[in-house]
C-alpha cells in the first residue's frame, strides 16, 4: 500500500473527517498543515482565531500520535508558496495521493486547482472530499438549475433530501504501523497574530473532547428550549459551537445527527428547540453555497449589484466609535465590547449592530465585515459576509432595507432586565430598572464617563431610507 498524505486545513479533527477517513482506507497516511501567515493576514484572520487554529492543531496531534500518524508542519506565506512547497514535499516522501476536504472560497478554490495541477504532473492524485457541507455546491438547485437565493427555498429542498438519508459518520481511523518520520512540533504563535489574552483562550478550550463536550451539555440542557432562548444574550441559550465548527474540530454531520437524536430522527416537527438549531446548520450551509454559485461575493462585493451605487458615508470617527463600544447605545456597546473581550457576539447582537452600523451610520457594511473577521475566533467568510450582507440589505434573501432595528427597543426586548449590558458595560452598573437601556432619556449623558449617544435614531433612519429609496429611483 502506497503512502497518503492528508493535507489539514479546516478540519482538525480525528472523528468524522472525510479526507482523513479515505487516507487511511488506502494506505500509511502522513498528515500535512500548511501556516500561511501572509494569506491569513490578507485575509484579515483574527490573532485569536489563529492562536485557535494553534491549540486545536496541538491537541490533534496528540491524537495522531497514538495512531503513528506522523504530523508535518511547513510553512508557505502565501497560498501561491503551496503548490510546489507540497509537491516536492509528495516527491520526498513517496507519496500517491493527497487528500483535502473541499473549502469554498474564491482563493481556496483556486489554491486547491493549483496545488492539483502541480500533483498531476508529478503522476500524483489529488483527491476532494466533502467535509463541511451536507450537499456538494450545485448539486441543490433550483428548478430552473440555478443556486438558490431564497434561503427557505434552499431549506425545503435540503429537507426533501435529508429525509432520503441522513449524511453518515464516518470513524477516526486506526492506529497504524509506525513511520521512520517524526513529528513536527506546533509552534506556540506565528509572528504577525499576538497571542490572546489568558481571559479569552479560558473561553474557548480546545480540542474535540472540549468540543462534543459543548455538544453535549448543549443537547442535554439548552437544545429543549433553544427557540425561547436564542436571542437573549445573557442567558447561555445558544450552542457556542461556531468557533468549533470553523476551525472543524467538529463536523456539521455531527452536529445534526446530535440534533436529531435529540428528536427522535425528525427535522420539521417534534422539539422546536432541535428544528431551529437545525435550520441554523443549514443558514450556514446556504451561504457557503452562495459562494460558490456567486463568486463576486468573495471578491468584496455586494450580492445585489445594484446596491454598489449606494453612497456610503466616510466618518473615521464613527466607525471608530462604533468598533471600541463607545456609541452612547448601551446594547451596542455591550455587544462590541463582548466581541473585543471574548472573540466571539451573540448572534441576535450580530444583526442589531450590523444594521446600526450600516443603516443608521450609514458607513459601508464592509467595514463592519472586516472589523468582525479581525476579532472573530469563528470567522468565517461565507456566515460573516452573509450575515453582513443580510443586515446591510445588500446580500441573497436580505432584510428589506426598511427593516432597521432600534437599537433600544431591541435591548428592552432581549436584555429585559439589562443584564448583558451591566456585564459589558461597567458604567452602567448601578442605573435601574429601564434606565440602562437608554440612560439619554433621563438627561443621564456623561454617567461614569458613558458618551451621549453618537446620533438621532428617527433622524438617521430616515436618512438611510431615502439612501436605498434613491437607488431604486435611479435604476
Not at 451621549?452 to 430616515?462: E, K, V, Y
Request: hydrophobic share 40%.
Amino acid at each position: 500500500m502506497k503512502r497518503q498524505l492528508v493535507w489539514l486545513r479546516t478540519d482538525l479533527r480525528l472523528r468524522d473527517n472525510s479526507a482523513l477517513h479515505a487516507a487511511a482506507e488506502r494506505g500509511p497516511v502522513i498528515a500535512l498543515y500548511l501556516l500561511s501567515p501572509g494569506q491569513w493576514l490578507e485575509h484579515d484572520d483574527a490573532p485569536c482565531k489563529v492562536d485557535f487554529w494553534l491549540r486545536n492543531l496541538r491537541e490533534l496531534k496528540a491524537g495522531l500520535d497514538t495512531l503513528h500518524i506522523p504530523l508535518l508542519i511547513r510553512t508557505a506565506p502565501r497560498w501561491d508558496d503551496a503548490p510546489n512547497l507540497i509537491s516536492q514535499l509528495c516527491q520526498e516522501l513517496g507519496i500517491e495521493t493527497v487528500h483535502v476536504n473541499e473549502e469554498y472560497g474564491i482563493n481556496e478554490a483556486a489554491r486547491d486547482a493549483a496545488v492539483q495541477k502541480a500533483l498531476a504532473s508529478d503522476g500524483i492524485h489529488l483527491r476532494s472530499h466533502l467535509d463541511q457541507l451536507f450537499f456538494t455546491p450545485g448539486t441543490i438547485l433550483t428548478k430552473g438549475g440555478t443556486y438558490f437565493q431564497v434561503y427557505s427555498q434552499f431549506r425545503k429542498v435540503c429537507y426533501e433530501r435529508l429525509n432520503l438519508g441522513v449524511p453518515s459518520l464516518v470513524p477516526a481511523p486506526r492506529a497504524q504501523q509506525e513511520l521512520n518520520l517524526v513529528s513536527d512540533e506546533v509552534p506556540r504563535q506565528v509572528e504577525g497574530f499576538a497571542i490572546p489574552p489568558a481571559a479569552l483562550r479560558n473561553e474557548w478550550p480546545a480540542g474535540e473532547d472540549a468540543a462534543h463536550e459543548r455538544i453535549a451539555l448543549f443537547t442535554d440542557e439548552i437544545l429543549g428550549n433553544y427557540q425561547d432562548t436564542r436571542d437573549f444574550p445573557a442567558r447561555d441559550g445558544t450552542s457556542r459551537l461556531s468557533p468549533y465548527l470553523a476551525a472543524g474540530v467538529v463536523s456539521p454531520r455531527q452536529c445534526l445527527h446530535a440534533a436529531l437524536a435529540n428528536n427522535h430522527g425528525e427535522f420539521e416537527t417534534g422539539n422546536s428547540g432541535a428544528v431551529s438549531w437545525i435550520n441554523e446548520l443549514l443558514w450556514r450551509e446556504f451561504y457557503k453555497h452562495i459562494l460558490v454559485g456567486f463568486p463576486r461575493v468573495s471578491r468584496h462585493r455586494a450580492f445585489r449589484e445594484d446596491t454598489e451605487q449606494l453612497r456610503w458615508r466616510q466618518d473615521t470617527a464613527d466607525l471608530e466609535n462604533w468598533q471600541q463600544g463607545r456609541t452612547g447605545f448601551p446594547i451596542i456597546d455591550a455587544a462590541m465590547r463582548q466581541l473585543l473581550a471574548t472573540g466571539w457576539m451573540h448572534n441576535r447582537l450580530r444583526m442589531v449592530v450590523a444594521m446600526f452600523l450600516s443603516k443608521n451610520l450609514l458607513i459601508d457594511w464592509r467595514e463592519g465585515e472586516r472589523w468582525f473577521m479581525r476579532h472573530l475566533i469563528d470567522g468565517d467568510l461565507a456566515a460573516n459576509n452573509g450575515g453582513w450582507q443580510w443586515s446591510a440589505s445588500t446580500g441573497t434573501d436580505a432584510a428589506p432595507y426598511f427593516r432597521i432595528f432600534n437599537p433600544i427597543s431591541q435591548s428592552e426586548r432581549f436584555d429585559p432586565d439589562g443584564r448583558f449590558i451591566r456585564r459589558w458595560v461597567p458604567e452602567l452598573a448601578r442605573l435601574q430598572d429601564k434606565a440602562v437601556h437608554d440612560p439619554s432619556k433621563l438627561g443621564l449623558f456623561g454617567v461614569e464617563g458613558y458618551p451621549q449617544p453618537m446620533c438621532d435614531l428617527s433622524a438617521t433612519r430616515d436618512r438611510a431610507l431615502e439612501a436605498f429609496k434613491s437607488l431604486s429611483a435611479s435604476r
